[in-house]
């Protein structure tokens, strides 16, 4: 036995204090091992067998050696907590477990590689087909592989199968990974619970095991747990018998085998949880604090998963695999939510949805992230990536399908058509830095759990999502869907590789002269997109690799797909023939008339940018200025979005792109205005520090005032518009005039706060326009508001409204108070540890609190890595938010002083963030030396009334 490797001294002070007390635990778990072994104990061979050379030392890379395949798990464990501390003192968060994993050895090997972190493994034992003992040496491996090696004195057989045996010890932690604690209050005493989170590396923190996606097995569990609470895991319950130690009742719950899965889709929970009652035959229940339960929060999740659930086995022609589908809300999540196979874990505020507290964007919310779960359910557990650098695979396909569920449910949103604002651009966004990476990078460059984790980012999620959107229209749906069934139901309970997908696509497609595989090779294996330039004097049309603040030095070419518009027509004109070559091409189809405007990329339908000449772009300009209706509402967000980034690439002059806002002013539509925000955002956050910022602010408050007028009735009488999409414009119009200090505006977003302040008991805020009322009145208001928010904040009895609570505390403007609400951060009794990082990047936004961010984050490093980096915790999101509004030689040095002082080990999943704030940076003060005189100009220019 290997006693105190990996074995903290916290966890050995907490078991020291209760030995006395759980040495029957620890003897039931070793009773349990004897009961499954009592048949045919392990018999040691006299001798030891001849051995065969083999190669000392771990494997050359990260990577576990393909010489064994595990076959099914045998998982017994058992948590050390108290769900209630009421008269317990020295409360203790620890697990014991065992292990029996059978395994076929396919390659002769002497030695057994397998995962484990930041367990004690106290017991170990290797056997083969006929039980007998095989005798070895076990070391654990210190570093990014995780790798517990057994070296044998014997040799393993190709073909053979054998079985090993581990017993161990880990704390239950409250870091949101592996088997962790998690805190809720309950009449302001403290409950506790234990839950996983595995993906993507840390069902090694659990138990040893063969953690890869591609090594799947079956998994038998049983977990020992407290009478008075519940045990859920991926499959249903077997069967529960009750034992007694030490004076106390405990269950041993038996769950039936899984379906084969890969280790990170393994999951339990034990809680004092509730369910909803089951409805006639529904297979789904879902799980939250009994308090919720009661208030009927989880209801909206139940109904939605249920409507979704049979969409998803029509679209997919195949039905839901297992027996039952579990949704459960955690009070400490770093995710929104994960796929587990049968047990679905969320956050709270993903799952959670209280009719008048919540809003609509809380409901929008929950449904995109149980669509996207049970979207999961085909796209990621049934058929697997092979390896994380084809993650893709699964989060892309799970990102895309989940707006065709919340069409089932709630056609009426038309999600489909923010399809755009969600994935897309803010994917064109990151992918246009040089510091970017491929959709499918190469297998060696995704190697350490760090690697791994850097995977879960825009590129993977929306980039993925957009590209097969484009490849779905460009295919046709019926070819598409034609080709995900054949797909899913040719390696169901397998490990796939892009390539296997574009095979059955090109299947379903049929005699064509597309090659799917080559076309998609140019969207997955190189990074970036596409800039397609045309010239509609004389139809001559280009690509080239598009980057915001440098020149390409990359030979890359796309297989780009264009649909366009011209003025006069009225459908648009699909290229078939599309732009496969740098060019330029003449081509006569995109030739105008002298009166005549040419559109591209029409619906956004294409993960690219277009630029025209100066002509075409005065008369698309001219129009939306004139009649913006004959363009598509989404090409007039378009138009916005691709003319400013043009501007900041050097591609067009910022003038032009500023001129694309004018409409905004007669504009109703939530996707244009949503556009100009979010490009107008970037010009206040490189100047809201400069005498920029005043005429940036006339202006904006004259293009909003008619948009604030027009919600001003529903505003007034706290009603709500019918249409979904007004509702976020409503919103946009609220944050947008009271930012900007429309005096109307501010005066009725403290009156509605004061009159919530003047009976604590009765908040008749509309939920839609909490976060952006809230927000205003803190920020006009004093110490005195911002204490009624934050007491507020710790009585909300649901996510939903603590969210938006400490969205708008972040908006003070006092110094004083935004240091505070940093400090309270760092304190997981006051901020949840999984909302560290929004909190911080919501302060940071503030132009009033950014430095003091970024000092805290500067001066707080070593601790937050320590205490947050581990798991899928968005750190790289934390480098994004406090460094966004860098523009200035100095914030550039102390940029890289930052990332010299910890060395370049140090910071995990944030790594490439950085490396990109650094480029980022560098391009801001190069535009902003540029451009700022002109964008002083133009908004000095600008009427400020009208």
Same mark, same amino acid.
């Given at each position: 036995?290997?006693?105190?490797?990996?074995?903290?001294?916290?966890?050995?002070?907490?078991?020291?204090?209760?030995?006395?007390?759980?040495?029957?635990?620890?003897?039931?778990?070793?009773?349990?091992?004897?009961?499954?072994?009592?048949?045919?104990?392990?018999?040691?061979?006299?001798?030891?067998?001849?051995?065969?050379?083999?190669?000392?030392?771990?494997?050359?890379?990260?990577?576990?050696?393909?010489?064994?395949?595990?076959?099914?798990?045998?998982?017994?464990?058992?948590?050390?907590?108290?769900?209630?501390? /009421?008269?317990?003192?020295?409360?203790?968060?620890?697990?014991?477990?065992?292990?029996?994993?059978?395994?076929?050895?396919?390659?002769?090997?002497?030695? *057994?590689?397998?995962?484990?972190?930041?367990?004690?493994?106290?017991?170990?034992?290797?056997?083969?087909?006929?039980?007998?003992?095989?005798?070895?040496?076990? +070391?654990?491996?210190?570093?990014?592989?995780?790798?517990?090696?057994?070296?044998?004195?014997?040799?393993?057989?190709?073909?053979?199968?054998?079985?090993?045996?581990?017993?161990?010890?880990?704390?239950?932690?409250?870091?949101?990974?592996?088997?962790?604690?998690?805190?809720?209050?309950?009449?302001?005493?403290?409950?506790?619970?234990?839950?996983?989170?595995?993906?993507?590396?840390?069902?090694?923190?659990?138990?040893?095991?063969?953690?890869?996606?591609?090594?799947?097995?079956?998994?038998?569990?049983?977990?020992?747990?407290?009478?008075?609470?519940?045990?859920?895991?991926?499959?249903?319950?077997?069967?529960?018998?009750?034992?007694?130690?030490?004076?106390?009742?405990?269950?041993?719950?038996?769950?039936?085998?899984?379906?084969?899965?890969?280790?990170?889709?393994?999951?339990?929970?034990?809680?004092?949880?509730?369910?909803?009652?089951?409805?006639?035959?529904?297979?789904?229940?879902?799980?939250?604090?009994?308090?919720?339960?009661?208030?009927?929060?989880?209801?909206?999740?139940?109904?939605?998963?249920?409507?979704?659930?049979?969409?998803?086995?029509?679209?997919?022609?195949?039905?839901?695999?297992?027996?039952?589908?579990?949704?459960?809300?955690?009070?400490?999540?770093?995710?929104?939510?994960?796929?587990?196979?049968?047990?679905?874990? &969320?956050?709270?505020?993903?799952?959670?949805?209280?009719?008048?507290?919540?809003?609509?964007?809380?409901?929008?919310?929950?449904?995109?992230?149980?669509?996207?779960?049970?979207?999961?359910?085909?796209?990621?557990?049934?058929?697997?990536?092979?390896?994380?650098?084809?993650?893709?695979?699964?989060?892309?396909?799970?990102?895309?399908?989940?707006?065709?569920?919340?069409?089932?449910?709630?056609?009426?949103?038309?999600? +489909?058509?923010?399809?755009?604002?969600?994935?897309?651009?803010?994917?064109?966004?990151?992918?246009?830095?040089?510091? +970017?990476?491929?959709?499918?990078?190469?297998?060696?460059?995704?190697? /350490?759990?760090?690697?791994?984790?850097?995977?879960?980012?825009?590129?993977?999620?929306?980039?993925?999502?957009? *590209?097969?959107?484009?490849?779905?229209?460009?295919?046709?749906?019926?070819?598409?869907?034609?080709?995900?069934?054949?797909?899913?139901?040719?390696?169901?309970?397998?490990?796939?590789?892009?390539?296997?997908?574009?095979?059955?696509?090109?299947?379903?497609?049929?005699?064509?002269?597309?090659?799917?595989?080559?076309?998609?090779?140019?969207?997955?294996?190189?990074?970036?997109?596409?800039?397609?330039?045309?010239?509609?004097?004389?139809?001559?049309?280009?690509?080239?690799?598009?980057?915001?603040?440098?020149?390409?030095?990359?030979?890359?070419?796309? &297989?780009?797909? #264009?649909?366009?518009?011209?003025?006069?027509?009225?459908?648009?004109?699909?290229?078939?023939?599309? #732009?496969?070559?740098?060019?330029?091409?003449?081509?006569?189809?995109?030739?105008?008339?002298?009166?005549?405007?040419?559109?591209?990329?029409?619906?956004?339908?294409?993960?690219?940018?277009?630029?025209?000449?100066?002509?075409?772009?005065?008369?698309?300009?001219?129009?939306?200025?004139?009649?913006?209706?004959?363009?598509?509402?989404?090409?007039?967000?378009?138009?916005?979005?691709?003319?400013?980034?043009?501007?900041?690439?050097?591609?067009?002059?910022?003038?032009?792109?500023?001129?694309?806002?004018?409409?905004?002013?007669?504009?109703?539509?939530?996707?244009?205005?949503?556009?100009?925000?979010?490009?107008?955002?970037?010009?206040?956050?490189?100047?809201?520090?400069?005498?920029?910022?005043?005429?940036?602010?006339?202006?904006?408050?004259?293009?909003?005032?008619?948009?604030?007028?027009?919600?001003?009735?529903?505003?007034?009488?706290?009603?709500?518009?019918?249409?979904?999409?007004?509702?976020?414009?409503?919103?946009?119009?609220?944050?947008?005039?009271?930012?900007?200090?429309?005096?109307?505006?501010?005066?009725?977003? +403290?009156?509605?706060?004061?009159?919530?302040?003047?009976?604590?008991?009765?908040?008749?805020?509309?939920?839609?326009?909490?976060?952006?009322?809230?927000?205003?009145?803190?920020?006009?208001?004093?110490?005195?508001?911002?204490?009624?928010?934050?007491?507020?904040?710790?009585?909300?009895?649901?996510?939903?409204?603590?969210?938006?609570?400490?969205?708008?505390?972040?908006?003070?403007?006092?110094?004083?108070?935004?240091?505070?609400?940093?400090?309270?951060?760092?304190?997981?009794?006051? *901020?949840?540890?999984?909302?560290?990082?929004?909190?911080?990047?919501? *302060?940071?936004?503030?132009?009033?609190?950014?430095?003091?961010?970024?000092?805290?984050?500067?001066?707080?490093? /070593?601790?937050?890595?320590?205490?947050?980096?581990?798991?899928?915790?968005?750190?790289?999101?934390?480098?994004?938010?406090?460094?966004?509004?860098?523009?200035?030689?100095?914030?550039?040095?102390?940029?890289?002083?930052?990332?010299?002082?910890?060395?370049?080990?140090?910071?995990?999943?944030?790594?490439?963030?950085?490396?990109?704030?650094?480029?980022?940076?560098?391009?801001?003060?190069?535009?902003?030396?540029?451009?700022?005189?002109?964008?002083?100009?133009?908004?000095?220019?600008?009427?400020?009334?009208?």
């Amino acid at each position: 036995m290997f006693k105190g490797l990996l074995f903290s001294k916290a966890l050995a002070v907490g078991i020291g204090v209760v030995t006395a007390s759980a040495v029957c635990s620890m003897v039931a778990m070793v009773v349990i091992y004897q009961i499954e072994m009592s048949n045919d104990p392990p018999r040691r061979p006299p001798t030891p067998p001849a051995t065969t050379p083999f190669p000392s030392g771990p494997p050359p890379n990260l990577r576990l050696p393909d010489t064994l395949v595990p076959q099914m798990y045998k998982l017994y464990l058992q948590p050390h907590f108290h769900v209630q501390v /009421t008269n317990i003192t020295n409360q203790t968060f620890a697990f014991t477990g065992n292990s029996t994993v059978i395994f076929k050895c396919v390659k002769n090997t002497n030695r *057994i590689f397998l995962h484990s972190k930041d367990l004690n493994v106290t017991e170990y034992r290797v056997s083969d087909g006929r039980n007998t003992e095989l005798r070895g040496k076990l +070391s654990l491996t210190m570093g990014s592989s995780n790798f517990m090696e057994i070296e044998l004195d014997g040799v393993l057989k190709a073909g053979e199968t054998y079985t090993l045996f581990t017993a161990f010890e880990g704390e239950l932690k409250d870091d949101m990974t592996g088997f962790y604690k998690s805190k809720y209050t309950v009449d302001g005493e403290d409950r506790f619970l234990a839950t996983t989170q595995m993906q993507p590396t840390d069902a090694r923190r659990v138990f040893p095991c063969f953690d890869e996606p591609a090594m799947k097995a079956v998994f038998n569990v049983t977990i020992i747990h407290r009478d008075g609470t519940t045990a859920l895991s991926n499959s249903n319950r077997k069967g529960h018998i009750e034992i007694t130690i030490d004076g106390e009742t405990w269950l041993v719950t038996e769950f039936n085998p899984t379906h084969k899965m890969s280790t990170y889709l393994l999951a339990f929970t034990v809680s004092e949880f509730k369910r909803i009652p089951a409805l006639g035959n529904s297979q789904i229940r879902t799980w939250a604090r009994p308090e919720a339960i009661s208030a009927g929060q989880a209801d909206y999740a139940q109904k939605t998963a249920e409507s979704i659930l049979p969409a998803f086995e029509e679209l997919y022609d195949i039905k839901y695999p297992l027996s039952k589908l579990e949704q459960i809300a955690i009070p400490d999540f770093s995710a929104g939510g994960m796929e587990n196979w049968g047990l679905i874990s &969320y956050r709270e505020g993903a799952l959670l949805y209280e009719e008048g507290v919540s809003s609509t964007a809380n409901m929008e919310w929950i449904a995109r992230v149980i669509s996207h779960e049970l979207a999961h359910q085909w796209f990621g557990n049934l058929v697997t990536m092979k390896w994380w650098n084809d993650l893709w695979l699964n989060e892309g396909f799970a990102t895309y399908i989940s707006y065709i569920g919340i069409d089932s449910v709630h056609p009426e949103w038309k999600i +489909s058509d923010r399809f755009v604002l969600y994935e897309t651009q803010p994917a064109l966004q990151v992918d246009s830095l040089a510091t +970017s990476r491929p959709l499918s990078p190469r297998a060696e460059d995704v190697q /350490t759990p760090a690697n791994i984790t850097q995977q879960f980012d825009q590129i993977t999620y929306s980039k993925g999502a957009s *590209i097969l959107r484009m490849l779905s229209i460009y295919l046709k749906d019926t070819v598409f869907q034609k080709g995900i069934k054949t797909y899913l139901k040719a390696y169901q309970y397998s490990n796939t590789e892009a390539a296997d997908f574009w095979r059955h696509l090109q299947e379903a497609l049929g005699p064509a002269d597309i090659n799917v595989a080559q076309v998609m090779k140019t969207w997955t294996q190189q990074m970036g997109y596409p800039l397609i330039t045309i010239n509609t004097k004389t139809g001559d049309v280009s690509q080239q690799h598009f980057l915001l603040n440098q020149t390409s030095t990359r030979n890359f070419v796309w &297989y780009v797909p #264009v649909l366009m518009l011209k003025s006069g027509s009225n459908e648009p004109d699909y290229k078939f023939d599309p #732009v496969t070559e740098k060019g330029p091409v003449r081509r006569p189809e995109y030739r105008t008339e002298e009166d005549q405007w040419l559109l591209a990329n029409v619906y956004y339908t294409g993960y690219y940018r277009v630029n025209y000449d100066q002509g075409n772009w005065e008369k698309l300009l001219k129009q939306l200025n004139m009649n913006p209706q004959e363009i598509p509402v989404i090409n007039r967000g378009q138009l916005i979005d691709d003319a400013f980034n043009l501007a900041r690439a050097h591609h067009v002059n910022t003038t032009l792109a500023l001129n694309t806002t004018k409409f905004l002013y007669n504009e109703t539509e939530l996707i244009p205005w949503e556009f100009g925000l979010r490009n107008l955002k970037y010009f206040i956050l490189m100047f809201d520090r400069s005498e920029v910022y005043g005429p940036m602010k006339a202006y904006m408050r004259k293009q909003v005032t008619p948009l604030y007028t027009h919600f001003k009735n529903y505003t007034d009488n706290s009603t709500v518009p019918e249409d979904h999409a007004e509702q976020y414009n409503q919103i946009n119009a609220i944050s947008v005039a009271c930012a900007n200090e429309l005096p109307e505006c501010q005066n009725m977003a +403290s009156a509605f706060f004061k009159g919530w302040m003047d009976d604590p008991e009765k908040n008749a805020i509309q939920s839609n326009l909490k976060s952006a009322i809230y927000c205003s009145a803190i920020a006009v208001g004093g110490e005195k508001e911002w204490d009624f928010a934050w007491e507020a904040y710790i009585n909300a009895t649901i996510a939903s409204e603590k969210d938006k609570l400490r969205y708008g505390m972040s908006c003070s403007r006092n110094i004083w108070i935004l240091n505070r609400y940093l400090t309270y951060t760092l304190d997981p009794s006051k *901020i949840r540890k999984m909302d560290f990082v929004s909190t911080v990047n919501y *302060i940071a936004a503030n132009v009033a609190g950014q430095s003091l961010a970024w000092e805290f984050v500067q001066s707080h490093w /070593t601790y937050i890595i320590q205490e947050y980096g581990g798991g899928i915790m968005p750190l790289g999101n934390l480098i994004d938010g406090v460094t966004e509004r860098f523009s200035s030689e100095l914030e550039l040095k102390q940029l890289k002083q930052f990332q010299k002082d910890h060395g370049p080990d140090s910071f995990g999943s944030a790594t490439q963030a950085l490396e990109q704030a650094i480029e980022r940076t560098g391009a801001n003060i190069k535009w902003v030396k540029e451009n700022k005189q002109t964008v002083l100009d133009w908004f000095q220019r600008e009427p400020a009334d009208k």
